[in-house]
């Protein structure tokens, strides 16, 4: 049982996590802090939260867990408004979507009370944002990666782990440089180059033509692309580096598949595309199981 | 009304054409070629078709519009076989995903009966294949593209605009080149980014654990890397040339992006993503503004 949580951000991600914590009947009090106050009244009014902070002491005092749930850019800045009024006995966690960049920043923020940060990224998400797009079953049978740093207290991590348990999660971890390796491939990647190519198609003379033609195919594909330009800029210079290697590597494959298409070798392309198929139809299998698992009550 | 309709390929395609035309009451017996005696049985026994034929000679004979829905490397033998039996008062139409090499191959496989030959490709699918995957609902409210040769009679084009309209569809016209560069754009280059995509995270060491970890972003945008790796090696190289500028220029983005990523320039990639938001988002407005109005009887 939790008695005081406080959530910096109260949107999907914090309002949801908020919900379902309250549905779990695990907390006694959640206190929302955030740059928009007619959101928090939002929130309020929805439930999510129990009370708008009149300050960051305020907010922070007595809390047993914090979540830092706001664009990742501007982590660093609220860390350091916490680190003067933050006492032990408080734990603070994070939910941003690279992990190298946010420990960096919330070791310059926190200085010697590093050790009671917890970093943190659930991956979840809707396409809609904001208190009313927050649900409390958002987090049930998705993947919570915590990263804990050297000096984290088991304990600690406990606390964060259990209360991403309580919302239904499941938990796995890694360390921040694994991760952000992990979602460079399989997450900012894709993003980069839906991007890249909606919008290469939007600068020829003829893309009204084009859009025209494009059918469902083309939807999935370009659905990333849809996302917060905002969201995204900030996430592909948190993870810079490990994007610069992955986007590298995929640009020297599509230079092979270059060759092989004008070399006319159908073997070769074929192998690619049936290697990708199969990879790809084996995956879903894995994660349909799952899903079955996830349902039927497993963990 | 068509007294006798031929089907080369009684699958997904060609198929739900003889359904929708069976249900507009529009075609008296429907014939069905094709390599697999137990998939045309399977036609026969679901009523796509009402016959098999027993020879080219006798499918052909009487037809008034012959359908070939075969994989496109087929088209050129398919042609090449029915040429001889083919009499003036049959049309012949294909529904094949790239057309300058069609058009090439039907020039080389019909010599002086070039003129019977509209070439076609309807704009629809779906995930699964063969004669079960039918459904007479296929081409409502989908495009159908066109690409006229100079040779055709337009009387012979309308007959084959009229039957896709009966099955629902809306018909555009293209040239075969023009329709070959769009569909490198929308649809050619996308599966092969997608497939790349996939075999690139498949060779890497730590798959599993890249796999793992993808989420729904994932999911959608490679969804077309699920598609037949036989197919789509004979789109590639049917429609190259096209296809290698369309990779060119867009390799030529990526490398752009990569140079403002390495820079850090925040300003230069937020710009591109909202290019890309804004028009993805302008087209998804469009697209739904034509399903409404197709739901609602317009054309």
């Known amino acids: ?36 106050r007619t959101s928090l009244e939002r929130a309020r009014q929805l439930g999510i939260i129990d009370a708008v902070a009149d300050s960051i002491e305020q907010a922070v005092a007595g809390a047993d867990l914090i979540l830092v749930a706001a664009p990742v850019a ?14 032990s006995g408080t734990v603070v966690t994070d939910a941003g979507s690279t992990k190298t960049d946010v420990v960096a920043a919330a070791r310059r923020a926190l200085g010697g009370k590093i050790a009671q940060f917890v970093p943190g990224h659930p991956i979840a998400g809707r396409e809609q944002n904001g208190p009313d797009a927050a649900i ?15 000096e984290n207290a088991s304990a600690d991590v406990d606390r964060v782990a259990a209360a991403w348990r309580l919302c239904g999660a499941i938990i796995h971890r890694l360390s921040a440089e694994e991760h952000d390796k992990v979602f460079a491939s399989v997450s900012h990647l894709p993003h980069l180059l839906a991007f890249a190519l909606v919008d290469d198609i939007a600068r020829k003379p003829h893309a009204d033509l084009l859009f025209q033609y494009a059918a469902s195919g083309f939807r999935d594909f370009t659905r990333i692309a849809g996302s917060s330009p905002e969201m ?53 299998k894995t994660i349909e199981a799952a899903e079955k698992q996830s349902r039927e009550g497993g963990d």
């Open 1 to 36: 049982m939790l008695n005081k949580v406080v959530i910096f951000g109260a949107g999907l991600i914090g309002g949801s996590f908020a919900l379902a914590l309250k549905q779990a009947g695990a907390v006694g009090e959640v206190v929302g802090v955030g740059r928009s």
């Open 74 to 87: 501007q982590t660093e800045a609220i860390l350091a408004a916490i680190a003067p009024h933050l006492r």
């Open 136 to 150: 409390p079953d958002l987090y049930i049978g998705k993947k919570v990666v915590l990263a804990p740093l050297p």
């Open 232 to 284: 995204w800029r900030d996430i592909s210079l948190a993870n810079q580096a490990a994007l610069l290697t992955e986007l590298d590597i995929y640009t020297q494959r599509l230079s092979e598949m270059r060759e092989l298409l004008a070399a006319g070798d159908a073997a070769g392309l074929e192998a690619i595309y049936a290697n990708a198929q199969r990879a790809r139809h084996d995956w879903i």
